[in-house]
Each structure stands twice: as C-alpha cells, then as structure tokens.
C-alpha cells in the first residue's frame, strides 16, 4: 500500500480525510453526549 | 387528539399496553451493547475498503466523500421517515412511537450534518464552489431546519404531552420535503447532482464498485443509529420519570 497516495488522495487528501474526520468525530460527540446524559438520569433517580 | 366519536372505533389502547416503555427499555438494554459493537466493527471495515481497498483512479481522490455523503444522506432521510411514522402514531396517544420519535431526532441532525459538511467538500474540488442553490442541497438544508425545529419546539413547552403533540405534527407537516428532496432530480433538470446520484428505482448510475462501497457504510450508519437511537430511548423513559425532559409516559388507557 502506498501511503502518500493514500493520504494525498490525488491531491483532494483535506477534503477527503477532512470528512472522514468530521464525521467520525461527530459520531463520537453524540456518543459522548449520550453517556453524560445516561449518567446525569441515573444520578437523579 | 382523537375525536370523543372516532376513539372508540380506533381502540389503540391495547397496542399502547404491548408496546409499552417499560418493556422496550428492558428490550433496548439487551439488544444495544450487540448493536455497538457491530457497528463499530462494520464502520471500521467500511472505512478500510472505501478508502484503502477499493482501486485508485475511479473512484479517484475526492470522489471518496461520497462513501460517506451518500450513506449520509439516506440516513438523513431515512431517520426523518421514521420519525414521520412515529410522529402520526403518536398523535393517536400511543407512547412509544413519541418516544422514539424524539430519540431519533439528535441522530438525525447529525447525519443531515454529515451530509450537507461533505457534500461541501465534495462540491469545492468538482464544481468549484462551496455552495450552490442546487435543489436537493437546499433541501436538505430544508430538512435540517425542520430537524432544529422540532427539537427547539419541543425545548420551548414545559408539558410533555403537548410538546409530543405540537411537535409530531411539525414532523408529519415536514414530510412534504422528503419526496421533494428524492425527485429533485427529476423534476428541476439544471443541477450538478445529475449523473453521479444513485437511484432506488431504475438502472444505477454510480459504478458498482462504488456502489458496493456505499451500501456497505450505510449498512454500517444503520447499526450506528439504531444503537445511539436505542440507548437515547432508554435515557428519556429514565428522564420521563425522573426529571423535566423526556417524553409523556402516561398511557392512552
């Protein structure tokens, strides 16, 4: 596997691990997000 | 909602006692952990055959993002689907739809996010710009202001069950933007998604290779959605008994 192409992406690489990037970092938020509100009901009850 | 006249010829109560909270919150709580972790398993191998495995040179470099903007996408208009269907079961006072119906909003904005984020990045090197007043672009802009404003009604009303009412109305009214989004194509013929989107009916117009590449990650947004939508579930019936948020936990009957 040729990493530099890999990573240029014919030379659209931002565009592409850019998205990549904000869309796994989004899935994470909600995840997080989710966690602190499971935490945040159980405490209360 | 029900007319006094119409209730007793829909007598929904029985359904609402099967579906009860109670037991999906139990049900949600077993079937979660498997969903997680088959998602995080199929996002993973979805992400190394989009990128890594399938050939260079078609898809070539930025044509990539739309193994993520597409699945994106449908599941943007998928969620909002299924919370249509929740929302016209939750005007007729069943309460597990209204609860899912909430709990699928949050996912919802953020694959309408997704989708809109990456087909910007997707735009800028193909067509030269950011943004274009395209139809289904701006559509889906649509839909995520209709997403923001189901979940800002709900946050404006203090009553649960108002709050479940106005808002799935909000929902059922905005389903008119989803066969808009999906026939945009057909119907205003001057748009750059013309030639590279991929259709429900009738031949395919993306490259199989590519094709492949997108079920396989949307399959992937699937699971992730159905496990977050699940966990939130149980969050709000929690929230519903102890706290302001959540949804109406009391029954039709």
Request: net charge positive; with cysteine; proline share 5%.
């Amino acid at each position: 596997m040729n990493w530099r192409d890999l990573f240029s992406m014919e030379g659209h690489g931002a565009y592409v691990w850019g998205s990549v990037g904000m869309c796994v970092a989004l899935m994470i938020a909600e995840v997080i997000w989710l966690r602190q509100r499971i935490r945040n009901a159980e405490r209360r009850l | 909602m029900l007319d006094s006249d119409v209730a007793p010829l829909l007598n929904l109560a029985p359904l609402d006692r099967a579906a009860s909270p109670a037991r999906f919150y139990a049900l949600a709580g077993r079937l979660g952990p498997w969903l997680a972790r088959g998602a995080l398993v199929l996002t993973l191998v979805a992400l190394a055959v989009d990128l890594m495995i399938l050939p260079a040179g078609r898809p070539g470099g930025a044509d990539r993002i739309v193994f993520i903007h597409v699945p994106a996408a449908w599941m943007s208009l998928l969620i909002y689907v299924l919370m249509a269907g929740c929302a016209a079961l939750a005007l007729a006072n069943i309460r597990l739809p209204a609860l899912l119906m909430v709990a699928l909003a949050p996912t919802g904005v953020m694959f309408t996010i997704v989708a809109l984020c990456t087909g910007m990045a997707w735009g800028r090197p193909n067509w030269g710009a950011w943004w274009t007043w395209d139809a289904r672009i701006t559509c889906e802009l649509i839909l995520f202001f209709v997403y923001i404003g189901f979940l800002a009604l709900r946050a404006m009303i203090d009553d649960r069950r108002r709050a479940d009412r106005f808002s799935a109305v909000l929902v059922v009214v905005g389903m008119l933007n989803i066969p808009i989004i999906y026939y945009s194509l057909s119907w205003w013929n001057a748009t750059p998604h013309l030639g590279v989107a991929a259709s429900l009916i009738g031949p395919a117009k993306m490259a199989s290779t590519m094709l492949g590449g997108t079920l396989l990650m949307t399959f992937a947004f699937w699971l992730y959605a159905n496990a977050v939508v699940l966990a939130r579930s149980r969050v709000l019936v929690l929230e519903s008994r102890g706290g302001p948020g959540g949804v109406a936990l009391e029954g039709a009957g």
